[in-house]
């Protein structure tokens, strides 16, 4: 399969070469536009609450970040599957650097809404036109490795960005918070200016375009669907995990430092599994270690309301984030390799839409049952949908 993959796709600069250089500036563009979004999810719901804002509004920000993105995951990708990646990396960028500038031209509270849902279109429109641009370096066998420098690299200005901002918003106000967070962009734009980078167009596939696929062909393939469900749990578990540690620290009486410090650990334990996804992709079949990946996850969760102290609390988000950082690589791997040929970015984007409802209507769900049962039943229903996802990471 992975021969009639090859030679279906079509031609791209990355095949061509590029080296080092075009690697780097590639994944640089590629975090440039992945930063606002965990930048946005701090910044803008701080400005609500500074505004006095109620928290059903702060929650409705927090929704369309993902909202928005579901109507448009599997067009996109569709999109790019037929153009190539370069005008939709230039469109990605272009709607995070508009959206920064909403909530300045017009200081309306609805415009933070709107700068949610677009920065939300934006990144995720990114992520699926760079994982598309990463995912042709090479040969197959080296794809893994590339996707986890590439995830790698996401966790490090996902944490960079916060940062920043949010020294910005206290020292600066909120309009230079938000400006911060379309430099990103505007960073981003730069570096598509830049030679060597692999963000590149197409042709060849435009009579494909007149078939005009539709989405029940892809859920006909079962092995594809099977690993689309398993990409939307592990990557759920990692996005909502900053929401789990909220709630967990406010209920041991933790304070908003060492929570943010128990986050870094996590995010520290993320980068290292990630870089580590090269060697182990060499010697570990990709189902055999989702399957570990996810069984330690669901162990290390369910034990996460027992930590009552600052020290074992940071060590297991470490722990957490050194078992799931690594799960994300290598299911976007095996999704690249099950997807019908021509039709991996509209899979990525299908995966995406997936992964977005499951990430907008499970905090929503899990926060009336913690209302009612305690914090601790949130981490033990993640723990559950973890292992319920390892029934369906046997082999590709």
């Known amino acids: 399969m992975t021969a009639m993959m090859d030679e279906s796709l079509p031609p791209m600069a990355s095949r061509q070469g590029g ?3 075009g690697f780097l500036l590639t994944v640089f563009i590629g975090c440039m536009n992945n930063a606002p979004l965990m930048t946005a999810r701090l910044i803008l719901p701080m400005i609500a609450m500074q505004a006095g804002a109620s928290p059903g509004f702060v929650g409705l920000i927090a929704a369309m970040f993902t909202a928005l993105p579901i109507v448009f995951n599997v067009g996109f990708g569709r999109w790019v599957d037929r153009s190539g990646t370069l005008v939709p990396m230039v469109l990605a960028s272009l709607l995070i650097g508009v959206a920064s500038l909403l909530p300045i031209l017009w200081g309306r509270p609805a415009m933070l809404l709107a700068m949610a849902g677009l920065i939300g279109c934006g990144t ?3 992520h699926v036109a760079t994982t598309r641009a990463v995912g042709e370096i090479g040969p197959p066998e080296q794809r893994t490795r590339n996707l986890g420098l590439l995830i790698a690299a996401y966790s490090v200005f996902q944490f960079v960005g916060p940062m920043v901002a949010g020294v910005t ?8 918070a938000v400006l911060s967070i379309g430099t990103f962009a505007v960073l981003a734009l730069c570096g598509l200016m830049l030679p060597g980078h692999l963000f590149t167009c197409w042709t060849t596939l435009r009579d494909a375009a007149a078939a005009r696929p539709r989405i029940r062909e892809l859920v006909r ?13 592990t990557s759920s578990v990692v996005t909502i995990f900053p929401f789990i540690v909220a709630l967990h620290a406010a209920e041991i009486g933790m304070s908003a430092s060492q929570a943010g410090l128990a986050l870094g650990a996590f995010a520290i334990g993320t980068v290292v599994s990630r870089l580590l996804t090269g060697p182990i992709s060499r010697h570990v079949r990709a189902h055999v270690a989702i399957s570990a990946m996810l069984g ?49 970015n509209e899979a990525i984007g299908l995966s995406m839409t997936l992964t977005n409802v499951i990430q907008t209507l ?8 913690a209302a009612r049962l ?18 369906l990471s046997r082999k590709p």
Request: net charge positive; charged share 5%.
């Open 19 to 21: 080296g080092p250089w």
């Open 124 to 126: 995720v429109f990114s």
């Open 169 to 176: 918003l206290e020292h600066y106000g909120k309009d230079w």
């Open 221 to 233: 393939v079962p092995s594809l669907m099977r690993w689309l469900a398993v990409s939307s749990v």
């Open 296 to 344: 330690v996850g669901a162990i290390l969760y369910a034990a996460l309301p027992a930590m009552a102290g600052f020290a074992s609390f940071a060590a297991l988000n470490a722990a957490l984030g050194l078992v799931l950082g690594m799960s994300v690589p290598f299911v976007l791997s095996v999704i690249y390799s099950v997807a019908p040929p021509r039709r991996v």
């Open 362 to 369: 499970m905090p929503l769900g899990l926060g009336l049952l």
């Open 374 to 391: 305690g914090g601790a039943v949130m981490s033990w229903m993640l723990a559950l949908l973890m292992l319920g996802a390892i029934g």
